[in-house]
């Protein structure tokens, strides 16, 4: 018996008959004797659905609106399922963002959590009895704005929650059976993890596994929230992110992740002399334009040529910026690739292992794969590849380190 925080996602909630699977986990969950909030997704692609809306309406409509737009959907769904809770004769009540209390800073469209206000929450367990619906994903900033947390962000939501309420578990229930060693849809021969660390997770949730937003991972890190990803389809034990775990078998890495979302800049002709290097990574830095991975190349002839990654989205906003600055920085031109992805493979163990990034780079040799930029940390390898190898390089990298 305790305080349980649940989380569903899109999928777990995309229609009637999914919601009364969700409303029955909730109850059982209730029913045993436990306080129970849970957090929703909007159904199904509804987020998606809604920006393609706001694209015909106006494709730089500005991001308040947008969050006001897509703070909706997870009403609805909210909504729905408090409903088919009542049907099941459960005390219920639904709350929005901003009922629920959370308040974030004014950044539109990825918004961070400031703090949550949980007296109203913490009124409707204790007072009333109450299953508590919250929607994920969205707040309210200082100026009683909606603002949303990014896609994805719901994950967020429920953890921050978990964390103010001092939840004794939080529960991310998705449409995969708990995180696997690479994108179970997708990768053939993907294992189900029964621990993984937060570090190890939230590096897996930054290079783009997104079974968790990686911003959850860093919360429930920070707060010690007891975390596991679990099927809201099948009954079954799911994936505990924890602190320290216990490796039944000994594995070099944990995972390999895939990231679409990013782009190749590369400043050819820059003049050989100090100082560029800092001119070009301030002036991205001031517009909030995170760079990745870097590459210096040998100078010839008095220049050198400075590649650097970015999200894609920021790909044109990067480039038109420093051309503005074509002059002044002095570079020749600047080539923009975003047909790229980068593939990681995380582990913790690593560090203490000089064969692995070898062993990664041998299986996209055999794979006749050609690698255009890498960056190393303690706990990871990361290699940018050209978009149509990913697929093959991603399965040829599981195998080597997963394979029978
Ligand atoms: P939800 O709507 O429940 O938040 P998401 O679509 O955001 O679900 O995340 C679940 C999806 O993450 C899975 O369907 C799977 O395809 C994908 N995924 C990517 N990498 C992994 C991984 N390592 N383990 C599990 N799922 C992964
Ligand atoms: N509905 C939002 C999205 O699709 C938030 C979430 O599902 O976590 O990104
Ligand atoms: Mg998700």
Known sequence: MGLIVQKFGGTSVANTERLQNVARIITETYRQGNQVVAVLSAQGDTTDDLIEKAREVNPRASKREMDMLLSTGEQISCALCA???????????????????????????????KTVHTERIQAELDRNHSIVIVTGFQGLNKYDDITTLGRGGSDTSAVALAAALKADLCQIYTDVEGVYTADPRHVKGARKLEEITFDEMLELASQGAQVLHNRSVELAKKYRVNLEVL??????????????????EKTQISGVAKDKNVARLALVGVED???????????????????????????????????????????????????????????????VDKEVVKV????????????????????????????????????K????????????????????????
Request: glycine share 8%; no cysteine.
């Open 231 to 248: 099927s809201s389809f099948a009954n079954k034990p799911g994936t505990k992110v924890k602190e320290v775990v216990k490796r039944m």
């Open 273 to 335: 002399k100090p100082g560029i290097a800092y001119r070009v990574f301030s002036l991205l830095g001031k517009e909030d334009i995170n760079v990745d991975i870097i590459l210096q190349s040998i100078g010839r002839d008095d220049t050198k040529d400075i590649s650097f990654t970015v999200k894609r989205d920021d790909a044109e906003k990067a480039a038109d910026l420093l051309n503005e600055y074509k002059e002044s920085i002095g570079f020749d031109h600047i080539d």
């Open 83 to 113: 409903m088919a809770i009542e049907a099941l004769g459960f005390p219920v009540v639904s709350l929005t963002g901003w009922q629920a209390g959370f308040q974030t800073n004014s950044n539109y469209s990825s918004a961070k959590i």
């Open 381 to 404: 390898v990361s290699v940018l590849l050209d978009e149509n190898d990913a697929n093959a390089a991603v399965q040829a990298i599981h195998d080597k380190f997963f394979g029978e």
């Open 344 to 379: 990681s493979i995380v582990g913790a163990g690593m560090v203490d292992d000089a064969g692995v990034a070898a062993k990664m780079f041998g299986a996209l040799y055999d794979a006749d794969v050609n690698i255009q930029m890498i960056s190393t940390s303690e706990i």
